[in-house]
């Protein structure tokens, strides 16, 4: 039988959600990695059983997690129970936690520095993992993006983690300059048409596109307008929240910037506003009906002085016309008193029909919806803040 | 044998429970004991100290016989007390709370 499974990470551990098809009557299972904040958990998309987890700690750093069945068990890749902890030549094994900058020659630009707050460089840190994506086609093989932003990729199974080095490279990188939660690359998007294309996002350096596998990269910010910039329509610095695309139509891409929701109809090249009637165009999340290419989903957020639903109601605003046009859905969300935050990769469509949306809150919230957004309910309502969410539907 | 104290959440990561103790050949000091450590647990390398600088994460120290090692350099001779195991090295987290 089918069945969602939601995968929740929170300031305080990880969480599963599982449900059958109708997803009316959850199992709840977790705290994974109770006391360390995950940032985020992934499953393949070739093998639903396999999960990546970023584990992360101010005290200890970070640790990437793996599952092989489905988020029973756990463990690092790179140092399972009894592996010699080194290789023949008596050097150290790759652990799942080793990410280190690419710095070499054949880089041609070893980058050392970006802007820091002050506008000064600052020395590139390696802070945590924001975001896994696993590959469109092999198990093994999982991308993450990083903060200080920086794209990495595993071909072992998360064991070995390589800086995939051009897009810092690519010239602007020491322009980048920190968004006030750190200069995170935290979105990866995978083109399934074209396995060379992939969109990444960073706060605040902007939207970039590699169209050769991730050898060159290109800023694509054009059309985005950013008031709090010298040059408001600068080539990056742009304070980009998150962007999403449907498979089926991998050149239009949606983006929730700062303020303005935006679409781009050819993949980032020239942007244009799409925000309408929502109450408010500030927000974090935006993701896409799994059927329906032009509906679309965002949580209106009232400023970023105030990271709280307008009015103290928590709603989702849906279009249906790609933009523009844009309805509220409230039915089993709070309508007073509501003062959570939706964070950036804390928004998850399945692919059942009707289509299910999820999301989480800084209340420890996760809302699901079963009938396209119509319709609201907690699946739980006492978590940590919850950092992110992402579902499965295995069948 | 070395005793050594680490704190709860890298106990769950290395899979062990109360004090790890360790074979360390002398000289013992902080980088030793370390090494020590990290081959006996790979899965701590990068928790403790930096993987490519090998430098102490900053919230955590390093106690021993009442004393902090911190900031002295990683290769002070740690007390007779410590080396014969009468007493446990420390590795410490920051406290953090409201």
């Known amino acids: ?395 | 044998m070395i005793r050594v104290v680490i704190p709860a959440h890298l106990r769950t990561l290395a899979h062990v429970e109360g004090d790890v103790t360790l074979e360390v050949a002398s000289p013992v000091t902080v980088r030793s004991v370390l090494d020590a450590l990290e081959a006996r647990y790979p899965m701590l390398r990068g928790t403790i100290r930096d993987h490519v600088t090998l430098e102490r994460r900053p919230f955590l120290r390093f106690f021993a016989c009442e004393e902090d090692f911190s900031l002295e350099s990683p290769d002070v001779p740690l007390p007779e007390a410590v080396v014969s195991g009468k007493e446990p090295f420390f590795i410490i987290g920051a406290i953090a709370g409201g």
């Open chain 1, 1 to 395: 039988m089918s069945k969602a499974r939601v995968l929740v990470g929170t300031k305080k551990g990880a969480f599963i959600l599982t449900a059958d098809g109708k997803r009316q009557k959850w199992e709840v299972s977790g705290p994974y990695f109770a006391g360390w904040e995950i940032y985020h958990l992934k499953g393949s998309p070739v093998d639903p059983n396999r999960l990546y987890a970023s584990q992360t700690s101010g005290w200890f750093g970070q640790i990437i997690q793996r599952s092989d069945d489905g988020g029973k068990t756990w463990f690092q890749p790179g140092t399972p129970p009894g592996e010699q902890a080194t290789a023949p030549g008596g050097m150290p094994q790759g652990e799942s936690n080793k990410f280190v900058y690419d710095s070499s020659p054949e880089t041609g630009k070893p980058l050392t520095t970006h802007k820091w707050y002050d506008g000064s460089q600052h020395p590139w840190e390696f802070k945590r993992v924001w975001h896994l994506e696993p590959s469109l086609t092999d198990p093994n093989m999982v991308y993450a993006g990083v903060e200080d932003a920086a794209l990495f990729v595993s071909r072992d199974g998360g064991k070995n983690w390589k800086e995939v080095a051009g897009l810092r490279g690519h010239g602007t990188g020491p322009q980048w300059q920190p968004g006030a939660g750190g200069l995170g690359l935290h979105t990866i998007l995978l083109d399934p048409k074209n396995h060379n294309r992939m969109y990444i996002a960073i706060s605040a350096a902007g939207a970039f596109r590699t169209d050769d596998g991730g050898k060159t990269w290109k800023p694509i910010n054009k059309g985005l307008r950013s008031p709090y910039l010298p040059d408001q329509d600068a080539e990056i610095g742009h304070c980009v929240h998150r962007i999403a695309l449907h498979p089926s139509r991998p050149d239009v891409v949606f983006m929730q910037k700062h303020w303005d929701v935006m679409r781009t109809d050819n993949a980032g090249d020239q942007w244009r506003e799409v925000s309408g009637n929502l109450p408010t165009d500030f927000g974090f999340v935006i993701d896409v009906h799994a059927h329906e290419p032009e509906t679309i989903y965002v949580v209106p957020i009232k400023s970023d002085g105030e990271h709280f639903p307008p009015e103290g109601k928590l709603r989702v605003y849906r279009s249906r016309t790609g933009g523009n046009e844009w309805e509220a859905l409230t039915k089993g969300l709070p309508q007073q008193h509501c003062y959570v935050d939706v964070l950036r990769d804390a928004m998850a469509v399945d692919s059942f029909d009707p289509c299910g949306v999820y999301f989480g809150t800084t209340g420890g919230q996760v809302y699901a919806s079963a009938d396209d957004g119509d319709s609201w309910a907690p699946i739980v309502r006492d978590l940590p803040a919850v950092l992110s969410v992402e579902v499965q539907t295995v069948r």
